[in-house]
């Protein structure tokens, strides 16, 4: 055979359908020809690889023969029709074949698809709004030849990071006879005073006094919910963790993480002569 599609994808010859086309997935994205770092010509070997080993008859006939036979009986051309649906690059931002590159596969490979210019935006948000979402109207300029700017609503989900990218298909440079590029938001988040994410949860320190460590006590406490009293419980510890459940960021299935509030004991930087002795009798029961 001219070709081992199996070397090509990098998989056993025994692998799976969901092994093939995660290989698959992952090549087309390392070497697709809109990457800076693409390779169209080990492109089109990934993709002409799956096309035999995700066909169960075209897999059979390459097993046994080394070629397919679909009509003319050689060995099949790229017949495109693959599902990329839901193909994304890893981390925040989404990577679409079917928006780039429609239209590329079909009876052999033919022109490219034109497509209008990616567009990158960024937009600041305070820490409130990164917690519990909010829509935002923004101006984006289109660069396209009529000069205008369009004002896109942008709903941006509960729990965003800052750095992550929101990718808006077909709302970037728009061409005729073509398809429209994509608008990409990145998200600037403030930083909070008190409080910091870890992942679902809320995080923040609360300072306490040596007197409430011991004896317990009830701080009132302003949450991004609003004001709250805070139960101290008797002999906490420095570094201990109290948990308000449901307090902190939106999962997105109806429910939320938790506060987290780290305890951090304040000693009195001076003692005056009566604390000291009061300090002092303690030492002496033992405390």
Do not use: C, W
Not at 146 to 168: F, H, N, V, W
């Amino acid at each position: 055979m001219s070709k081992d599609y199996y070397q090509v994808l990098g998989v056993e010859k025994n692998a799976s359908k969901d092994e093939v086309k995660k290989a698959f997935r992952k090549l087309a994205h390392k070497y697709h020809p809109d990457k800076k770092e693409g390779d169209e010509k080990k492109f089109k070997e990934v993709n002409e690889a799956y096309t035999i080993l995700s066909d169960d008859k075209k897999r059979q006939e390459y097993d046994t023969y080394g070629q397919t036979f679909g009509g003319g009986g050689g060995q099949s051309s790229h017949t495109g029709g693959f599902d990329f649906s839901g193909f994304q690059q890893g981390g925040n931002v989404e990577f679409d074949l079917n928006d780039i590159f429609e239209g590329f596969f079909g009876g052999g490979f033919g022109q490219r698809t034109k497509r209008g210019r990616d567009i990158s935006i960024d937009t600041e948000l305070t820490f409130e709004e990164s917690v519990f979402g909010v829509e935002r109207t923004i101006l984006v300029n289109k660069q396209d030849k009529t000069g205008k700017s369009d004002e896109i609503k942008i709903k941006i989900p509960a729990g965003i990071s800052d750095g992550q990218m929101i990718r808006l298909t077909g709302k970037g440079e728009s061409i005729p006879d073509g398809v429209s590029g994509d608008l990409y938001v990145k998200v600037h988040v403030k930083a909070h005073a008190t409080f910091r994410k870890e992942g679902y949860n809320l995080v923040m320190k609360l300072k306490v006094k040596l007197t409430d460590a011991l004896l317990g006590a009830t701080y009132p406490l302003e949450t991004l919910d609003g004001k709250m009293d805070l139960k101290i419980p008797q002999t906490i510890k420095f570094g201990d963790v109290l948990r308000v459940r449901d307090k902190g960021v939106p999962t997105g299935r109806g429910r939320r993480g938790d506060l987290l509030i780290k305890v951090d004991i304040e000693l009195p930087k001076k003692l005056s002569r009566k604390q000291a002795k009061l300090v002092d009798e303690l030492r002496e029961e033992g405390i």
